[in-house]
């Protein structure tokens, strides 16, 4: 099968979604008919010939507004027209030239950057993308790498690291912190939420129990018309079952039916089973979560820079 050649890193005969280049010359091959292809026509159908799962066919980019494979096999007809391989008869259409026919013709095996740099047109294009050598490069002016990255891809990859890093020094910093300010984070990040009314009632609900492994209640919505129940542990240690087995029997001796337990360390895989299978519900907030929850929610971080992607409305530009 002509796909499974084009995929040689699949594993186990499928693989992830696939990179740009790698949808470059399915994308070609499909339109190699000479009819009208609406692009988002072809993102279905390279879906299906990829084998996408139905997860992977969601996955959005972290800005959350498009999906990955959307963007890449877009990137791809970006670049196939850039190197007069594709055109464009219209908005959202797709129709192969006969420079693409004569390279079908070749019987490539892969479409990458490098094979399309056999065009001037594809390669003036990338040098108006690529910033001059005295001028340092930027999210605006970047180049796509030669490797599999888009932009978008590339910029995907910054951020995950930026936050990882980020959550790494949250729990370095919570870490360094007394016992009463991990109780005021945790206050924090549930008004955040939306939990606990306002910031004053939250903090008057944490810490007045103390009795029974309870830390604190604190409302459910603003109304107060149910309470949850919290266990806040800044550990080090793993959090094991005995410990989830005293709090719900707790939360059974004041007859709660949902508690949050939140720790800076992690639980063991006997207290994760425990709280899946009693019938009170308890949530588990392990230090892992904890630090992507206070960054979601803006708890002990602050923005630094905000970038927007943009694209061209091409409904302005519509005469019809």
């Known amino acids: 099968m002509q796909l499974q050649r084009v995929l040689g890193g699949a594993i186990g005969g499928r693989m992830a979604i696939p990179d740009y280049q790698t949808v470059m010359l399915p994308l070609l091959r499909l339109a190699a008919d000479g009819q009208d292809h609406r692009s988002r026509d072809a993102v279905e159908t390279l879906a299906g010939e990829f084998e996408l799962t139905a997860e992977e066919r969601t996955e959005l980019l972290p800005s959350g507004k498009q999906p990955v494979f959307n963007n890449r096999v877009g990137w791809a007809n970006t670049y196939l027209k850039a190197a007069g391989l594709l055109e464009a008869p219209r908005r959202g259409v797709l129709r192969i030239t006969q420079r693409g026919r004569d390279l079908l013709e070749e019987e490539i095996g892969r479409i990458d950057v490098s094979l399309l740099e056999r065009y001037p047109e594809f390669v003036e294009f990338r040098g108006k993308r690529r910033p001059k050598s005295s001028e340092p490069a930027d999210a605006e002016t970047m180049d796509v790498p030669s490797s599999s990255q888009t932009p978008e891809d590339a910029l995907s990859n910054a951020y995950r690291s930026l936050r990882a890093e980020l ?94 337990f939140i720790t800076t360390s992690s639980f063991s895989r006997e207290a994760l089973e425990y709280a899946g299978v009693i019938d009170t519900r308890i949530i588990l907030i392990d230090g892992a979560r904890l630090a992507k929850l206070m960054v979601d929610h803006g708890v002990g971080v602050s923005t630094v820079g905000t970038y927007e992607i943009k694209r061209v409305d091409f409904d302005y530009f519509s005469e019809e």
């Open 167 to 260: 959550e790494s020094e949250l729990l370095e910093e919570i870490g360094r912190a007394s016992a009463a300010f991990f109780e005021q984070l945790v206050v924090d990040l549930l008004v955040s939420m939306g939990y606990g009314g306002s910031r004053q009632d939250a903090g008057r609900a944490i810490g007045r129990s103390g009795d029974g492994g309870i830390d604190g209640i604190i409302d459910e919505d603003r109304l107060g018309l149910d309470v949850i129940y919290l266990q806040a542990k800044r550990w080090e240690s793993t959090v094991g079952r005995p410990e989830i087995q005293k709090f719900a029997g707790a939360l059974q001796g004041h007859r709660a039916r949902k508690g949050v």
